[in-house]
């Protein structure tokens, strides 16, 4: 699955979490450019992508992300690992 | 009080009480929130809306679910982050509230719990059910 698709995946979920309806996510989004991703949400936004994707992710590999784009390159190879 | 560690806490563990709502909850409830709404204190005015009885502050009732996270599950250790709360059914004084809780998602890194919660009348109605989540402290 591309980093791409997995980017449009995100999206309705970090609508929903962040309470952003319009919100179009990129793959350079991250806390400092999206509206209300504090440390709080980042849990929500965290466990909403393990739920949605079956997957889990270890705090080393969350402490390393800087944007959608790495964590959408991380769920991708998680779901072929 | 449970004291649950986070290595302790696993899917589906489950956490139940039973609570009478007394008219001393409504009375410090009101006096607390400062909600004077008739509704919830005036039992003709909550009859002329259809109701049997003045009807209970639904975050008084909500307000178990604080009890079942700082109390039950996962107790002492635990911290609030959020709640969504969904008011089913009224509830009135004198009813017997079961409220009952279960985890259905860990997450190891930010020793997050989230719980589907519910809390239900002597008759078995559903008063209100939420979705809680809750950090766990070392």
Redesign the interface.
């Known amino acids: 699955m591309s980093t791409e698709k997995i980017i449009g995946e995100l999206q309705p979920i970090f609508r929903d979490v962040l309470d952003l309806p319009t919100l179009q996510l990129r793959a350079d989004s991250n806390a400092s450019n999206v509206e209300g991703w504090d440390s709080?949400a980042h849990?929500?936004l965290?466990?909403a992508v393990?739920?949605h994707y079956k997957v889990?992710?270890?705090?080393g590999e969350?402490q390393e992300l800087k944007n959608v784009g790495e964590m959408a390159e991380l769920i991708t190879r998680k779901l072929k690992a | 009080m449970k004291e649950y560690r986070w290595e302790e806490l696993t899917i589906g563990l489950q956490a139940r009480f039973e609570v009478t709502l007394a008219q001393s909850m409504m009375d410090s409830f009101l006096s607390l929130s400062g909600d004077i709404n008739p509704l919830h204190s005036d039992p003709d005015y909550a009859r002329a809306a259809g109701y049997s009885q003045a009807v209970a502050f639904g975050m008084l009732t909500s307000a178990f679910y604080s009890q079942m996270v700082g109390v039950h599950l996962p107790g002492r250790r635990a911290l609030l982050h959020g709640i969504d709360i969904d008011f089913r059914s009224p509830a009135f004084v004198g009813d017997v509230l079961t409220v009952s809780a279960e985890i259905v998602q860990l997450n190891d890194a930010y020793r997050r719990a989230n719980l589907k919660a519910r809390i239900v009348n002597q008759k078995g109605t559903l008063i209100s059910s939420a979705k809680i989540r809750a950090g766990v402290r070392e």
Not at chain 1, 56 to 59: D, G, W
Request: glycine share 0%.
């Open positions: 709080l849990i929500n965290v466990m393990e739920n889990k992710f270890a705090l969350l």
